[in-house]
Nanobody, 130 residues
């Protein structure tokens, strides 16, 4: 059974940085696209970033492009989200997710679709104060 455990959330002032980690177990890590979503108070979970199985492909939401960077270490079964220049509107619970998404020309569209992801972590809170 695939399990995901996020860590690294916390409180920071605007302009600061945080690094989230997500540790994967229970499967073949390098078979999966890894992604980050976030959910502010409310029903909708928003795509943030995705990284392909090899790490060679990445995709970011427009709202975080140039500030957030996702990477993975397949030897450690871990994916990271480096968040810089944080803004109050980045405040949310951040979730790690995995899905089997073929890395082809359609990956850059499919990797942002929430229904492509089968397993989710428990979430970690990020709070950015102004």
């Amino acid at each position: 059974q695939v399990q995901l455990v996020e860590s690294g959330g916390g409180s920071v002032q605007a302009g600061g940085s945080l690094r989230l980690s997500c540790e994967f177990s229970g499967g073949t890590f390098n078979s999966y696209t890894m992604a980050w979503f976030r959910q502010a108070p409310g029903p909708d979970r928003e795509f943030v970033a995705a990284v392909s199985w090899s790490g060679g492909g990445t995709r970011y939401a427009d709202s975080v492009k140039g500030r957030f960077f996702s990477s993975r270490d397949n030897a450690k079964n871990t994916v990271f989200l480096q968040m810089n220049s944080l803004k109050p509107e980045d405040t949310a619970v951040y979730y790690c997710a995995v899905g089997r998404i073929l890395y082809d020309m359609n990956w850059y569209i499919r990797s942002g679709e929430i229904n492509r992801y089968n397993y989710w972590g428990q979430g970690t809170q990020v709070t950015v104060s102004s």
